[in-house]
């Protein structure tokens, strides 16, 4: 079982950035690929970042690529998201998940959620 926290959530205006983290207690992260997804009102919880076990692969959305950076300590059990450019089409609840293969988007094939963090971006 692993539990994640996030942090770091906020309002920001366009153009500004944030920068997220989840932490994982548990059993060992090193070996779960970690990722992001996040959930607008009234739409469904959409893939944002992801990234491999060991940090060497990444996943991005499309609508993200550029802006956003997914990265790991495994030593401080931690996922970050950092989010530059930020628009107010970014504007969602943004959560950890882990226990997934990488490169999978769909939020069911996750196995591990945090409780979510909003971001609000003003125009």
């Known amino acids: 079982q692993v539990q994640l926290v996030e942090s770091g959530g906020g309002l920001v205006q366009a153009g500004g950035s944030l920068s997220l983290s989840c932490v994982a207690s548990?059993?060992?992260?090193?070996?779960?690929?970690v990722g992001w997804f996040r959930q607008a009102p009234g739409k469904n919880r959409e893939f944002v970042a992801s990234?491999?076990?060991?940090?060497?692969?990444?996943k991005y959305t499309d609508s993200v690529k550029g802006r956003f950076a997914i990265s790991r300590d495994n030593s401080k059990k931690t996922v970050y998201l950092q989010m530059n450019s930020l628009k107010p089409e970014d504007t969602a609840a943004y959560y950890c998940?882990?226990?997934?293969?990488?490169?999978?988007?769909?939020?069911?094939?996750?196995?591990?959620w945090g409780q979510g963090t909003q971001v609000t971006v003003s125009s």
């Open positions: 998940t882990a226990g997934g293969e990488y490169h999978v988007t769909v939020p069911g094939r996750w196995n591990y």
């Open positions: 548990g059993r060992p992260f090193i070996s779960y690929a």
């Open positions: 990234l491999s076990p060991y940090g060497g692969l990444t």
